[in-house]
């Protein structure tokens, strides 16, 4: 069986929406954030506080940032550096958002980021060791969760966590 075949059409809608949604904020790629924004309504994620607005501020702020994660700012912190201040320096000598990414070269359709492309590998592990032979939602938001970055930061804040996850996406099957 092809691996395309195996995405639910939900995931597969997941992946078209993920796209629309860095579209839609004229992203460089194809985040990971994008994907959780797409996945707001999964099933697996009925019950958590996840208010859009609250993630696409988080979301635009890690961009702002270069990347950087409240757990990088705090690290820094820890050594003497207030990313805020330096952030803020940066932008006024050379313009506001200077340190996101901008968008790259592409041939055809919309580019992916690896942590995108990483994420999507790795549900497809989740389903398998779920004993899954689809992929679902629920397998896309555990990838989402193994993740290093801001879509686990943001989900593990709001009481998401890869134990309750992985329990409703057994119990799904069991549906």
Not at 34 to 59: I, K, S
């Amino acid at each position: 069986m092809m691996i395309a075949e195996r995405f639910t059409k939900e995931a597969r809608e997941a992946v078209k929406t993920a796209v629309a949604e860095a579209e839609r904020v004229h992203a460089g790629e194809v985040g990971v954030e994008h994907l959780l924004l797409a996945l707001l309504d999964a099933p697996v994620l009925a019950g958590f506080d996840l208010p859009r607005g609250e993630l696409e501020t988080a979301f635009r702020d890690y961009r702002r940032k270069g990347g950087l994660t409240k757990a990088d700012a705090e690290a820094l912190r820890g050594l003497g550096i207030d990313v805020e201040k330096v952030i803020d320096s940066v932008e006024q000598s050379l313009g506001a958002g200077v340190l996101r990414p901008g968008p790259r070269r592409r041939w055809f359709g919309m580019p992916l980021e690896a942590d995108f492309k990483k994420a999507l590998e790795r549900s497809l592990r989740e389903a398998r060791d779920l004993g899954h032979n689809y992929l679902g939602s629920e397998h896309v938001v555990l990838a989402l969760l193994q993740g290093r970055g801001i879509v686990a930061e943001v989900l593990t804040e709001r009481g998401v966590t890869y134990g309750e996850i992985r329990k409703r996406a057994a119990s799904a099957r069991a549906r």
